[in-house]
């Protein structure tokens, strides 16, 4: 059953659907985009026994065996927990949209653009040859590119265009790091690849590494390669605003793990690499710290929202680098997926202010919990989520990595350090939370402003993101199961 | 009535938190109703929690264990312990919340968002009781987060006030700090011996199957509670937090979640009750937090911001008692603990009344309430002279116990501390109800009416007073439900009796000389009030100033990094390289071209030169050349042209005609076919153009995906063919 | 087989340098071909150099696409002048509010 292509195609094919069906009313293109996603996520939801009882589940189609690549497709647990969240994502800010780019034009086109980025989105996460990973990595610059620049705030090609280079630039490292792998294995396939770099000297394999790392850490936004991400983030219209920080980061993240960490630093022989993982933990905390510092110095309010974003990708940088360390990795990708979901939702909810009230700088606003109460009560529970407050999701995916953490300072001392650090940034993130709630929610206005609860779609992808959150607080078991499955140590 | 304990473990926690969800929906439905429905909901959270009473009873301290599966890949479940101390921690988080319940349901009347306030009550009440009855300690560390978050979304309940708003988020960040020590001491548990789960780690310490560092971990755990249970120095937290509504300080500010620190130490303390140093810190700590609480206490004028320092000075009287070590002590704590909760939320909630009467909380605008406000008077006497340890009241039993078990542990140091925090206690309470009730009317409340609270509002404040007078005498059925065995000695019943006769000589002449008599404090002198010491304790021994003082630091780097790291440094980066690319581009260009361009002139200069030099020489030569030649020819040309031309000028004209008459019939004929062809083929192909043009207009990602759907279709052929 | 490298090598400074310094449409066009031509060249001399007919393979398949880029560069650069008459990139941008 080629249950992945189809979902994989199901976007691809609704490209010519969504344009020009949007060409007559843009708002059942999106319902229509929306709907697909749905199915396809229903169909990959459909493999989740199949990867609870196997561990894996490849489709395999021949392709260009003179490259050693097929065209190959598979998902285990931990792809699967991602393709599940990017979807509900996309579906969300598909019919977030519909209200929210109402007054705009050109709609089939962002809808159709829509589409063609849900395709390299999922695309990323469930392939495991790469040179289809980096055909999808790439595949998610240009409907970026398009989407920022046609549709976003002030400047917006200018900004477009950094992020665009900036990025792109990050995966030429990516590039000399697949072609590496070629020439010393002769095979572009993950698990090909990695028993055969066993053999190969862990010299020249830390540069392989080195390579991808870089490459993946400009995606992550990791300091001090992260200076795309404000501006992209915060001059994005706010649905892609979502899909950018939830899930194109998030990319970044499973990249390091899935290739960095799986492929080829699983080929090193033990205690050959771990200076790497210490780099890599150190960058995570120097991340953490800087982004929650910067998101309280913010005025912006999206660019608060960014700041913060890599302040986490540098929480999940840091639960990486406890590999192979279960319970780290494992609170790593939950992490992945509660952040995907929690960040998308405050975005959600600041595209809402910012749509509803038309300000974006914090000094302005205030007061905005009685006029907006159920955009308050969503941006609250994001808001909480972010800053790790039970029983949002954020806080349970933190307090497994800071049981990973702990684990792993018992057997490897290095790790106390940077897990005490660890544990007072969450004092930091909790800091810039409350200060958010209370500058945009509570605090008396300086200026006048009337305003009402955003359009109907826009609160209903709103309200059950916010629901999908409190749930993976509460019992985030489906997930857990899924990327415990696949980590067996 | 009853339900059998192993719903009733769960449902006293979760029937709150489930009911609060539904709160909106109440609102939504009929607004005037939603504090009954709250009411309603915290009577059957009491009646779960008594259920729980008769089982624990019969299990004669045995716990009992209730757990169901939750996140079993991590090998964490959901459960729920239920032993002597967490169903009496239950019974007083579900009871006394019924009865500020039904005290909020009046009370809070009048407020705007009214619902919010009920579903973080609610929320809180659920939290409480799960917070006490986990096993668990995740589960526990999560209701433990939760509790602090209604307390932060209740302190600021009025957001719109900014002291409201910020003294919630003080209250959150501090204790947080404490969170996340307490975060890495049960991390510590679980490294060291794998399981979350009270109980197995209980049994792994005492068979000794652990390397668990033991002090580190206590004091982990230990700073924790001292963030929640406010002790110095994360204490500042507590008197900002009488922002928020009254019901609200007496509910969690007085009787539960300040008691979940204490709550902790007390479970913990069977684990570590061999770290001496621990049980050291704990007394000191306690002790002098409850001297100095108690001095802030007296030189307070808010009638709240008393109360609440007067919580901070009980609370850490009740922690100094667990720090003694002994059963005894142990049990003091507990005791006292329930008359705390009892009588502090008795004032708490008279003092709500007050302000409600009187719309001030200034101690120095109140005053001579009582001959219009009798019941209150009686009530705030009763929960006052508790506190103060006056007898017969519940606080008087607790303290003395207390006493004993210091007397019995012989520990001097501490002795001193908590007498002298006694006769502060008993300066102060006696202060508080003369400040408010004796006297004459202030100028403030000469014009106000003032009188009795409503019946709805009075029942609780008399309920707990009654209770507060009765439950000193049920020590010792309370010793049996703890199963405690140790008895004071005698000499120790005899010497606590003693000091608290002397803390009552001591006290009570003092307060007369200076309250009773209602010395006006606004006549006192300015030496007094600029006292350095007076000073000093007003400002609350300069804690708030140092911690103002780091969060301005904190923000200042903040700002600092955004300002010089951010803009001045990283984001400047890419385009210092852009621009330097571009520069070096232009510089080579300009170069290279410069120097192609030189090149270029020289070869063709010189190419032009040789040119010039050939053409001169050459020239001359040439033309000779062909004079010489050209006059040969132009002679021979003549004659054959002459002999030639006549013949074929004959047969040229005879060919000629001929041809010329053929070509002018298949000229008319082919070129008419030919034209009709090209028109036909012309006007179709601009026909199509037309209509091609028609289609698109000319927008660039019409483009874009054009050609991205001619890829994916060619993409797809591909795939399909390729499937062999 | 250096030589061949070096030459690919330059030709393609020659056109990034181009991109970067010309305004003129039709000269970035040109410097954008020199930069396809560079990589093309590219996969031959590899492919000859490791005996491995892949290389010319890809080249032809890299020249047909080319042609279709340059098709549309070509029409859009033309259009420009028609519509707009503007040759020069640095006031086509400025058109944008």
Known sequence: ?489 | MFIPPEYAAWLSWALPLAGSLFVPLVAKVRRKSVGWYAVFITLLAVVSTVSLIPSVINAHGEASLYSIPWMQAVNINLSVLVDPLSALMANIAACVGLLIMIYSVSYMQNEQGTPRFFFFMLLFVGGMIGLVMANNLLQMFMFWEVVGLCSYALIGFWYSRADAAKAGMKAFIITRIGDIFLLLGILLIYANTGTFDFLEVKSLVATGGTSLPMFAVATLMLIGAMGKSAQVPLHVWLPDAMEGPTPTSALIHAATMVKAGIYLVARIFILFSLVQPWLTSITYIGGITAFLAATMALTSTDMKRVLAFSTISQLGMIISALGIGTELGWFASQFHVISHALFKSLLFLCAGVVMHATHTLDLKQLGGLRKEMPQTFIVSIIGAFSLAGIPPFSGFWSKDTIFESIILAHNIPLFILIFGTSVLTLIYSLRWISLVFLGKKSEFLERSHVHDPKPVLLIPLIILASVSCISGFFKGPLEHYLEISSEASINAVFLAGATSALILAAGVPVAYYFFYKRRDLSRTSASLLNNPLHLLISNGYYFDAVYNYILKGVMGLAQGMYRFVEMAGLERLPYVVANGALSVAQGVSHYVEGFLDRLVYLLAGGTVKTAHITHKYLEAFLDRLVYLLAGGTVKTAHITHKYLEAFLDRLVYLLAGGTVKTAHITHKTIDEFLDNLVYLFAGKTVEQGERIKKIHRGHLPDFVLAAAIGFFIIFILLLLTAFR | MVDYIILSVTILAIGIIGLVTKHDLIKMLIAVEMITAAATMNFVIFGSLMDDSLGQAFSILVLSVDACVTAVALALAVTIYRKLKIRDVRDLSELKE
């Not at chain 1, 109402?102 to 709609?107: D, I, M």
């Not at chain 1, 589409?115 to 040859?129: D, Y």
């Not at chain 1, 990595?137 to 090609?157: A, H, N, Q």
């Not at chain 1, 850490?217 to 001090?224: D, L």
Request: charged fraction near 10%.
């Open chain 1, 1 to 489: 059953m080629q249950t992945l292509l189809i979902a994989l195609l199901l976007p691809a094919l609704s490209i010519p659907i969504v344009y020009g069906v949007g060409r007559k009313s843009a708002k059942i293109a999106a319902l229509i985009l929306a709907l697909i996603s749905l199915v396809s996520l229903s169909l990959i939801l459909t493999l989740v026994p199949t990867v609870l009882s196997q561990d894996q589940y490849i489709e395999s189609y021949h392709w260009i065996p003179t490259l050693g690549s097929s065209f190959t497709l598979f998902v285990d647990g931990i792809s699967l927990s991602l393709a599940i969240v990017t979807l509900i994502l996309v579906a969300a800010a598909t019919v977030f949209s519909i209200n929210y780019m109402e007054k705009k034009s050109s709609l089939p086109q962002y809808y159709a653009l829509l589409s063609l980025l849900t395709i390299g989105l999922l695309g990323v996460f469930i392939t495991s040859n790469l040179l289809l990973f980096y055909f999808f990595w790439e595949l998610m610059l240009v409907p970026t590119y398009f989407i920022i620049g046609g549709w976003g705030y002030r400047e917006s090609f200018a900004t477009a265009f950094k992020f665009f280079i900036f990025t792109h630039a990050g995966a030429i490292f990516v590039l000399l790091g697949i072609g590496a792998v070629y020439m010393l294995t002769g095979t572009l396939d993950i698990f090909e690849a990695q028993t055969i770099l066993a053999t190969v000297d862990p010299g020249v394999l830390n540069w392989v590494l080195a390579s991808f790392t870089i490459g993946f850490a400009v995606k992550m936004a990791i300091v001090p390669v992260h200076m795309w991400l404000p501006d992209a983030h915060s001059e994005a219209p706010a649905p892609m605003s979502a899909l950018l920080s939830g899930v194109i980061i998030g990319a970044g993240g499973y990249a390091v793990l899935r290739i960095s960490l799986g492929t080829v630093y699983s080929a090193m022989p033990p205690s050959a690499g771990n200076e790497f993982l210490y780099v890599l933990s150190i960058f995570g905390i120097i991340s953490a710290f800087y982004g929650s510092f910067l998101a309280l110095a913010e005025t912006d309010i999206k660019r608060i929202i960014a700041y913060s974003s890599i302040s986490h990708m540098g929480y999940t940088m840091f639960a990486l680098s406890l590999f192979p360390f279960a319970q780290g990795i494992t609170g790593g990708v939950l992490h992945l997926v509660n952040h995907a979901a929690s960040k998308g939702l405050l975005f959600f909810t600041a595209g809402a202010v910012m749509h509803q009230t038309g300000v974006r700088n914090i000094k302005e606003m205030g007061g905005l919990a009685s006029k907006m109460p159920l955009t308050a009560i969503a941006s609250v529970v994001a808001a909480f989520s972010i800053g790790g407050i039970p029983p949002f999701a954020c806080f349970i995916s933190e307090f497994l990595i800071f049981v990973g953490a702990v684990t792993a300072a018992g057997s490897v001392s290095f790790y106390f350090l940077p897990t005490l650090l660890m544990l007072i940034a969450t004092v930091f993130s909790l800091a810039y939370v409350l200060r958010y709630i209370w500058k945009v929610f509570l605090e008396a206005p300086t200026v006048k402003i009337e305003v009402k609860d955003p359009p109907r779609f826009m609160t209903i992808s709103t309200i059950l993101l916010a629901a999908f959150v409190v749930i993976l607080g509460i019992y985030p078991r489906l997930f857990i199961d899924l990327i415990h499955a696949v980590i067996t140590i």
